[in-house]
């Protein structure tokens, strides 16, 4: 039997996922920092305040860490003197 | 110097709640009192594993194709187990989409037109991997928990 629709969600991959995949690092990272404050928080009272500060915090490093290595590959690399 | 407390604890062992921890996230703290902990769990764990499979599709999670990915997709046990199923039971067989011939080197093998590649599959797998490792760390966590302040910690989120 073949069914084909547009995009039938969880069965098939998300289309254009080639050209925003990076922006799932966000959920991910938040995905993440739920669940680690979930388990490492001894009291749960500033729960979301953590975890958001969390995701935040990861989501930069990424990024500079991202801008770091563009950094390395299309000005440093290019200025070291070739044999 | 060195004194012996009398109010010494044993350490906690919960295999009960690991196990069920394992099957279902979030189960095990639900079962040793912490149930705002497992509802978080659950929503990290489990929004981690789903979009995963939003974004890869149920193919993104398959035990005999990708069996080294599997290895960590199955931290999230009851989820990766039910997604492999799934996999199985829909694109495998053929009962959703269509089984297309394609050439490898031992001959032919038939695979689904909803079969996941590129970077979408990719991902997908990745996220999967990564909410079942994550799976591990609360397991761990479930484990050894005490469970005596329980109550307390649930906090402002009750």
Known sequence: ?83 | MFRMSDDFEEPAFNLTAAILGWIVPGAGHWKVGEKARGMLVLLGVGGLFLLGVLVGGVDCVDRREDGMWFIAQAGAGGLAFATDGLNTMFLKSGRVGELLPLAVQSGTVMVSSFKGAGPSNEIGTLLCGLAGMMNVIVVLDVLYRSTSNANSSNGALQ
């Open chain 1, 1 to 83: 039997m073949i069914i084909q629709l547009a995009y039938i969600p969880f069965l098939q991959p998300l289309p254009t996922v080639a050209q925003w995949w990076w922006l799932l690092l966000i959920p991910a990272c938040a995905a993440i920092s739920v669940t680690w404050k979930a388990v490492r928080l001894e009291t749960l009272e500033h729960f979301w305040r953590e975890a958001i500060t969390m995701t935040v915090h990861s989501v930069l490093a990424m990024a500079a860490l991202a801008a770091a290595l563009m950094v390395l590959l299309r000005v440093v690399i290019p200025l070291l003197p070739t044999p």
